[in-house]
Structure formats: structure tokens, C-alpha cells
């Protein structure tokens, strides 16, 4: 997926996508991680997984930290190409996550990363594409008039983002406001955060 935007000559113009997964998930009281609790058919952060890879991007990085995906049977990963980034400063909270896929992405010299989180199984690839395709520096989806993820970053402003915190995104939302494009997506923004949410929503 190529970026729009003007980029250096050692910077390729690509997109990859981050899907944020690290996290302990502690709201959830289950006998598993709330991203591995089955959801309409297949583990919740399958269908984040899969929603990516239909999307096309050049790369994809799953963010890891409180659970080892690599050794998790319930999860088709590898068939899409996914590269598992592990953060092990998780629990110093979501910023740290941000920096691990920025630091990989960097290094793939990719132009642009689009964020999104693990937990929110119903934002289809239609919205991944839309915000990934944004002319905009700073890209947000919106859902039915809400900003939620998923969220395009240029790399011009990676070095703005936290180093820890439970902001990563959201801060460089309100940082700079005026580079703010908004883009309205299909889909359902729900996260998964209680066996309260997986019911509800299964």
C-alpha cells in the first residue's frame, strides 16, 4: 500500500499496520486472555488479524507482550504474513507498544503506520484501507461521528509519541489537532474488555 505523502529518499512508501496486543487484560474474568476468548466463530484478535491482512498493507505488526502468540495454536498468524513484535515494557502501559511497532517500522523504513487494538473485533478491513488511503499526516477513523481506532500516523511525527503511558495515539490527537483528518468508516468501534462486552456483543 503506498503512502501519498513525500518522503525522504531512504524511506520507502509503504504502509504497515500495528495491532496493538500486548496487554494484560485484567478487566477480563475468564479462564483466558480476552484476545484469545472465542467470538463469533474464531478468537477475537483473529478477526483483527484477518481485517488487517485483507486490507493489503505492506507489513503487518503485531504488537506481544503479556501472552506469547507465536505459541498459540488458536490463532492463524503466520498464513498472513504477520510479524510478531515483541514489547517488554507492556506493562509500563499502551505507549510502550506504540514505540516497539515505530522502532520496527523505522527500521523497515516504512513512510506511514496505521494503529489499531486487538480487542475491537468488528472494525471490518473496509476501515483499515479507508484510513491507510488518508492524504492526511494524522488519519482517524470515525464511527458514526466517534474517533476511534484505527488511527494513521506519518512518520514525521513518530517522535512526538510517549515513551510510556496509557496514551499513545490519543495524545498526539490532541498534540496537534490541526493535522487531524477525520474518515468516516462502516463497522462496529466495540472493544472487548469484559466477559460483560464478550457476551453482549457474541
Known amino acids: 500500500m503506498e503512502s501519498t505523502l513525500e518522503n525522504s529518499p531512504n524511506r520507502n512508501d509503504t504502509v504497515a499496520a500495528v495491532i496493538l496486543a500486548a496487554g494484560q487484560g485484567e478487566r477480563f474474568e475468564g479462564e483466558t486472555h480476552k484476545l484469545l476468548a472465542p ?5 477475537v484478535l483473529q478477526w483483527v488479524i484477518d481485517a488487517a491482512s485483507d486490507a493489503d498493507f505492506d507489513d503487518i505488526y503485531l504488537i506481544s507482550g503479556s501472552v506469547d502468540f507465536k505459541e498459540e495454536e488458536r490463532l492463524d498468524i503466520f498464513r498472513h504474513g504477520v510479524t510478531i513484535v515483541e514489547n517488554y515494557n507492556f506493562e509500563d502501559g499502551q505507549a510502550t507498544s506504540l514505540r516497539s511497532a515505530i522502532a520496527v ?3 523497515d523504513k516504512h ?13 471490518p478491513s473496509t476501515a483499515w484501507r479507508a484510513v491507510a488511503e488518508s492524504t492526511a499526516q494524522l488519519g482517524v477513523a470515525t464511527f458514526a461521528g466517534n474517533r476511534r481506532p484505527p488511527v494513521k500516523i506519518h512518520h514525521e511525527l513518530w517522535p512526538l509519541i510517549p515513551i510510556s503511558g496509557d496514551e499513545g495515539a490519543r495524545s498526539l490527537l490532541r498534540l496537534r489537532p490541526d493535522l487531524v483528518n477525520e474518515i468516516p468508516c462502516d463497522g462496529n468501534p466495540i472493544d472487548i474488555d469484559t466477559r460483560g462486552d464478550l457476551e453482549r456483543w457474541n
Do not use: T, W
Open 105 to 107: 517500522a523505522e527500521h
Open 39 to 43: 467470538f463469533r466463530g474464531k478468537p
Open 111 to 123: 513512510s506511514a503506520i496505521v494503529v489499531g487494538l486487538g480487542d475491537m473485533p468488528l472494525v
